[in-house]
């Protein structure tokens, strides 16, 4: 009987752990190297997932609960603001355009215990909290990290702890495409009045785009992406004119979770693997929120990564051969990098007022425009 191959997943994140338990379906042994898990399960984020990944992560069988935590989003509405200073609606998006739902959205501290609690059932999975990798060397044939005095080998090391860690800079030091928004997000969670609460929400400021997505009758996520020079206003400042906007929609606002705040630029990793090391997640692609496909990407390479291995280990192939790494870079990286650019040319053209509103005005009168969108949105086609 062949040994099992061996993989090393890096990261403690919501791709590092999604990963971890997608992968551990095939004939693998899986360490699970994390760092500290409180900031992430006390994160106030979301995310959105589209309806296709919607149904992956069903399939992994995280929890009977899952569809519990997850908010069915059957709208989305673009508005803009006038000179007047209230919002006019130019855009709306609804299920009944297709047979599906926009989006569904969760919360990051809630699906992540949901995934951790799955990992500590998998007898493939072995979780190593709280360590530190301090290197990764070439060993023979295979891989060789070290954590904390510990040493082990693997025939595949994935590295998923985000675009601007040491581990990613050290090893990764070749050219990527790369755009400074100058522009930080916050993110926060608001009680409010109890209602259907089935709209998402994004409200296109002069300087700033403020999103609502719900993800109960009594709570609203809100994502505001700024410019930099805002990062000097205090959080009461942020709360204040939060309440202002969110108003228009919502009663009885309170807030559920302190005030985040992250820088936000655009990504897009031009080598993906090096001597059986793979990135994944964010430390391939980095993408403005505002269309909410982030990890939407990663999942949908997470598909692909899964398939390609499946193939290999049936095989009785070297997973973490230059070969089979190339093979998911092949298929992943002009779809990403069409994706990535798209979006961040739209991000550029809605920034000016005129060319957004004529943009959706032209959207508002075809149904074939708005087709392409959950096409785009649901399975990342090129744009």
Known sequence: MMKKQKICIIGGS?????????LSKLNFEIDLITGNFVNNLKSSRTITVSENNFHFLNKLNISKLLKKEIWICSKMKLYTESESGNFSEIFELNKEDKNENIFYILENSKIMSLMLNKIKKIKSISLKKNKIVSSINNSGLLKSV???NNISKYSLVIICTGYNSSLVRNIFNDKMIENLYKEFAVTTIINHKPFKNNIARQIFLDESIFAMLPISKTKTSIVWSLKNFMKKKNNSFLKKRIKIYASKYLKEIKFNSKIEKNDLNLLIRNKYYLNRTLLFGDALHSMHPFIGQSFNMTLRDLICLEKILEEKIN???DIGSSDVLSEFSDVTKSRNFSFSIGSDILKNVLSFKKARN???KILNKSNLAKNIIFDVADKGLRF
Do not use: R, Y
Request: no cysteine; charged share 10%.
């Open 358 to 360: 004529d943009i959706f």
């Open 14 to 22: 919501l791709t590092g752990l999604v990963t971890a338990i997608s």
């Open 315 to 317: 095989l009785g192939l």
């Open 146 to 148: 070290k954590f904390n």
